[in-house]
T-cell receptor
Framework: GQSLEQPSEVTAVEGAIVQINCTYQ??????LSWYQQHDGGAPTFLSY????GLEETGRFSSFLSRSDSYGYLLLQELQMKDSASYFC??????????FGSGTRLSIRP | NAGVTQTPKFRILKIGQSMTLQCTQD?????MYWYRQDPGMGLKLIYY???????DKGEVPNGYNVSRSTTEDFPLRLELAAPSQTSVYFC????????????FGPGTRLTVT
């Protein structure tokens, strides 16, 4: 089967850097995405890694290592508005889209 | 562009009732999806469609049905509602490939009592 593991909660300080990890077990997949979801809101797309390596989009970066079955989302210069839940998602096919249970990021002033 | 719209925003059903959740997108996306999200959990794929007239099951299809007669609309039908179907339902769409950025609707919060 397939599974994704994320930490359930992470706390960080405003202005700092935080890394949210996602480990997975699967035999083959297209790539790994990250979504942000504020309380009561809909998920919004942050990034996609189809190949190993780092993808950078502004303050957010995402990394994938297929050999280590591991990815992460890196958030820099944290702002209070970054307080949200972050989900990794794995795509094996159109019928096999697996989301992690999410990491709740809390940011302290 | 309105993006992905869903109706209703909230609904309370009695056990055994049926209802249709509506989803419309105006981005001319080929792929559309229905997910459910239980409290504190990630999204689970119920059904998806790769184009008008083509639908298929996701991870948790039991108790649901879908149709896709047009590119824009992808309604989700709940037959014989059960308390286990209490959840938030999200519709999403993407352009050409399953791993393209998915655009989500605002969600429908459904309670079955």
């Amino acid at each position: 089967g397939q599974s994704l593991e994320q930490p359930s909660e992470v706390t960080a300080v405003e202005g700092a850097i935080v890394q949210i990890n996602c480990t997975y077990q699967t035999s083959g997949f297209y790539g790994l995405s990250w979504y942000q979801q504020h309380d009561g809101g809909a998920p919004t797309f942050l990034s996609y890694n189809g190949l190993d390596g780092l993808e950078e989009t502004g303050r957010f970066s995402s990394f994938l290592s297929r050999s280590d079955s591991y990815g992460y989302l890196l958030l820099q210069e944290l702002q209070m508005k970054d307080s949200a839940s972050y989900f990794c998602a794995l795509y094996s096919s159109a019928s096999k889209i697996i989301f992690g249970s999410g990491t709740r990021l809390s940011i302290r002033p | 562009n309105a993006g992905v719209t869903q109706t209703p925003k909230f609904r309370i059903l009695k056990i055994g009732q049926s209802m249709t959740l509506q989803c419309t997108q105006d981005m001319n996306h080929n792929y559309m999806y229905w997910y459910r999200q239980d409290p504190g959990m990630g999204l689970k794929l119920i059904y998806y469609s790769v184009g008008a007239g083509i639908t298929d099951k996701g991870e948790v299809p039991n108790g649901y049905n879908v149709s896709r007669s047009t590119t824009e609309d992808f309604p989700l039908r709940l037959e014989l509602a059960a308390p286990s179907q209490t959840s938030v339902y999200f519709c999403a769409s993407s352009w050409e490939r399953v791993f393209d950025e998915q655009y989500f609707g605002p969600g429908t919060r459904l309670t079955v009592t």
